[in-house]
């Protein structure tokens, strides 16, 4: 694995230093900046090209959610994690709606942490399973109150064979591509080769849209 090169945004300085001594305690992760603003953060995007941006959601001068949308756009091949005190689910659902790759509560594990932001780094995404829940219980309430409940897709509808119904439930567990090829006893390539065609079938454009997708759409429930 080349090391991935990490931009940490977030206003609290001793924060900042703690995750900055954190992160480089591992061989693979490199933190190359680190700011207090949004907008300090997106004109050092487009000056250091960070691989992924370790984003807070509350910032002194706008949004985690502006800045992940404003990133997104600058800088479309930046990977953006956040990493909120809060569990809300409309943050998550904004945040999700903003693009970034994934979302991390501040008291998760240290290992967990570098664990997603090394998963996020090769272009997969993580989004805890008890999230994902929230995300889904909020569409369908929304869905509801205003009348707008589409029959969802069945799993035959779209043509999923049963080992990409495997693979996509494994991805709304959050499994990465490792655990997943462990899993079902496949390769990570043939793995790979899965999720290609699972997001042509469902029509969305990453992993993070898959599982989002499968879980409004009510084809899996995650764990609880």
């Known amino acids: 694995m080349d090391t991935i090169r990490v931009m940490l945004v977030d206003d609290h300085a001793l924060l900042r230093q703690g995750l900055t001594r954190l992160l480089e305690l591992d061989e693979d992760l490199e933190v190359i900046g680190q700011t207090a603003t949004g907008t300090a953060a997106l004109a050092m995007v487009q000056d250091i090209h960070p691989d992924v941006v370790v984003l807070d959601v509350n910032l002194p001068d706008m949004t985690g959610i502006e800045v992940a949308g404003r990133i997104r756009k600058l800088c479309p ?3 953006i994690l956040a990493l909120t005190i809060h569990d809300d689910v409309s943050y998550i659902s904004e945040m999700i709606r903003a693009g970034v790759d994934g979302y991390m509560l501040k008291d998760a ?3 967990r942490l570098i664990g997603a932001i090394k998963r996020i780094g090769v272009g ?3 989004f805890p399973s008890h999230l994902m ?3 889904a219980e909020r569409y369908h309430r929304i869905s509801e109150e205003y009348g707008r409940i589409q029959t969802a897709a069945t ?3 779209l043509q999923l064979t ?3 119904q495997e693979v996509l439930q494994c991805i709304v567990q959050g499994l ?3 655990e997943i090829a462990a899993q079902l006893f496949i390769s990570e390539k043939t793995v790979k080769n899965h999720i290609t065609s699972l997001l042509r079938k469902l029509n969305v454009d990453d992993r993070t849209q898959a599982a989002v997708y499968a879980v409004t759409k009510g084809l899996f429930r995650t764990p609880l």
């Open 77 to 79: 091949e930046i990977r």
């Open 109 to 111: 594990e240290p290992a």
């Open 124 to 126: 997969e995404s993580v």
């Open 133 to 135: 829940e929230k995300v």
């Open 155 to 157: 799993l035959e509808e």
């Open 162 to 164: 049963p080992r990409e």
């Open 176 to 178: 990465s591509n490792k």
